[in-house]
Structure formats: structure tokens, C-alpha cells
């Protein structure tokens, strides 16, 4: 069942086409990851989402309904955290969670307790006298104290230390179990690898890559460490081999997946020593797009997205 879906979503600022063709779907029970640098189109993406700025073209919908038409009635069943959250200064963390929730209309004292330990919030503090860290927290219990059926995380842990970090992943996950779907747009590539099913990179307001992190990694290289009995010669000038580098006695490389059965067969013929490989990570498929002049254009695995 499909929760989210833009098509050819587009959005320009005058003459600057900040979206262009942007293809989106989350289905329910799944957590997809938006990914890209500063400046891609993440945040715009999530505005239109949210019904804050309209398409220029293309369309957006929520739960089957037009994000920009029928945003009040998609409200009442979502729940968004911005990667940074401004609060009124003179109420307490409390106060706020318990204002957002009332919005919702509905309040659920023991999860909001629950997740005020969790995340070792003091809610009895004026959000004057909060650190960026602890203003997420505010905006994280809130949203997971609702019941929300989709969550719209913007940079959720900026400001969050390593352990709070892994509280927050251990939420996303507990509402994955319960059926909720999660759009989590982050920079911080492990978080992602961690929780989602699908990822989506976007590069200058256009969807490069798509599909699950299997279909992903498909697309990437697998990184070896290999010491032999004699040198290997000529090692460069196979196919598919990249990045060679020396490491004391052994030689550290990167071969693109399909030519592995064939680089494997070469290098057997030295006398093999140690073999060590390490599978493809997220980060080396979203460098591989960002390092160099990339086109920005290349379909994934899963379509263009």
C-alpha cells in the first residue's frame, strides 16, 4: 500500500528550477531514505510535502490526497521534525510536547514519559535555556508520543550525541514495527544504511539513484585487501579495477561487481597469501556521485526516481 508518492514533482524560484522531476514512494511499514548534500532539494522536497510552498508542477500525494489541496486533513495523521526546531522561550519542554499533542488531539501521558526517560530529557526547563540537542529531543518525543501513520524526519539527530542517536533509530524502527511509515532525510549515511529500506539520492533537484539498499549496492564496488606469494603485475590495466593503493606488503583496490569473477581468476595465479573484502556501503555509492563531474541524469536500480 503506497503512503507517499510524488510524480515529476518540480518546483522553481524564478529562474531557478529548484526540483526537477522528482519521483518519490514510500509504501506502509517502510523507512526510506532522502539523501543528499546541502542545497540538493531535500527541504524543498519536504516543504511541498507538507503542503508549506506549491508545485510548479508535477503532483504530491499523501494517504491518496493532494499534499497542497488537502494539506489539513494529511496533518492530522502525520508528524514532522525539522532539523532544527525553533520553541517559544518561555514555556517548558513539557509544555510544548503537551501543546503539540493536544493538536493532535490526542494525548498519551505514559509514551510521552516513556520517551521523555529515553531520551534523558528534563521537560521541566524553559526551552530558552535549551541546547540545539535538547530542542530535537522536544520535537522527537512529541512526534513519536503521537500516532501518527507517517513520520517526515528533516535532519532529526542534528545535534544529537551518539547514544541519543541510537535511541532515536530504536523509534524509527518500533514504528516500523507497528505498520508506520518514515521519510528520513539525513547526511549522516551510516543512520540511513541503519534504518531504511529504499533510499533515494538526489543531486541538484533531480533523483539519481533509487531502489533498496541491495538494488544499491549492485551499483557499487566491492573493496579488496590482497597480499600474494609473488607481485602482481598489470593489475591496472584490468578491467573494472580502481583506487590501487599499496598497504605495507598487500595491495588495497576496488572492483566493480561484475568484473570480480575475472579479477579473482588473475590474481589466483600469484599465489594468494590473505584475500579480505569488504561488500559496498552506502557512503561508497553516494561518493561515487558526488566525487567529479558525475552526470547528474543516471537512473538506479530501481528506476529513475
Known amino acids: 500500500m503506497t503512503i507517499l508518492r510524488t510524480n515529476n514533482l518540480t518546483k522553481k524560484f524564478g529562474n ?11 509504501n506502509k511499514g517502510e523507512v526510506y531514505g532522502f539523501i543528499g548534500p546541502n542545497g540538493a532539494g531535500k527541504s524543498t522536497t519536504i516543504r511541498l510535502l507538507l503542503g508549506i510552498i506549491k508545485a510548479t508542477a508535477g503532483e504530491a500525494k499523501i494517504f491518496g490526497m493532494d499534499a497542497w489541496k488537502e494539506a489539513v486533513e494529511i496533518h492530522k495523521r502525520i508528524a514532522y521534525v525539522p532539523g532544527d526546531m525553533n520553541l517559544w522561550p518561555n514555556l517548558t519542554g513539557g509544555e ?8 493532535r488531539g490526542t494525548i498519551n ?18 526551552c530558552g535555556t ?10 522527537l518525543v512529541a512526534a513519536f508520543s503521537s500516532d501518527a501513520d507517517l513520520y517526515i524526519l528533516d535532519e532529526p539527530t542534528s545535534g544529537l550525541d551518539p547514544l541519543m542517536e541510537r535511541v532515536f533509530q530504536e523509534c524509527v524502527l518500533e514504528a516500523k514495527r507497528d505498520g508506520k ?9 551510516s543512520e540511513v544504511e541503519k534504518l531504511c529500506d529504499k533510499v533515494g539520492i538526489i543531486r ?6 533509487t531502489g533498496t539498499l541491495n538494488e544499491l549496492r549492485h551499483l557499487t564496488r566491492t573493496t579488496f585487501l590482497l597480499e600474494t606469494k609473488q607481485p602482481i603485475t ?5 578491467k573494472g579495477v580502481h583506487d590501487i593503493r599499496e598497504k605495507g606488503q598487500a ?5 566493480d561487481i561484475p568484473n570480480m569473477d575475472n579479477v579473482i581468476k588473475y590474481v589466483s595465479q600469484f599465489g594468494v597469501v590473505k584475500l579480505e573484502s569488504a561488500p559496498p556501503n552506502l557512503e561508497d555509492l553516494f561518493m561515487r556521485h558526488y566525487e567529479g563531474d558525475q552526470p547528474a541524469n543516471k537512473s538506479g536500480a530501481g528506476g529513475k526516481a
Open 16 to 26: 531557478f528550477t529548484a526540483l526537477d522531476g522528482v519521483d518519490i514512494e514510500v
Open 96 to 103: 510544548v510536547i503537551d501543546l503539540f499533542m493536544k493538536l
Open 109 to 126: 501521558k505514559s509514551r510521552r514519559q516513556e520517551l521523555t526517560k529515553k531520551f534523558d530529557l528534563d521537560p521541566t526547563k524553559k
Open 130 to 139: 535549551y541546547s540545539k540537542g535538547n530542542r530535537q529531543k522536544v520535537a
Open 181 to 189: 511509515s518514515i521519510l528520513l532525510s539525513s547526511h549522516i549515511l
Open 204 to 209: 541538484q533537484g533531480k533523483m539519481i539513484e
Open 234 to 238: 598489470a593489475l591496472h590495466e584490468l
Open 251 to 255: 595491495l588495497s583496490f576496488q572492483v
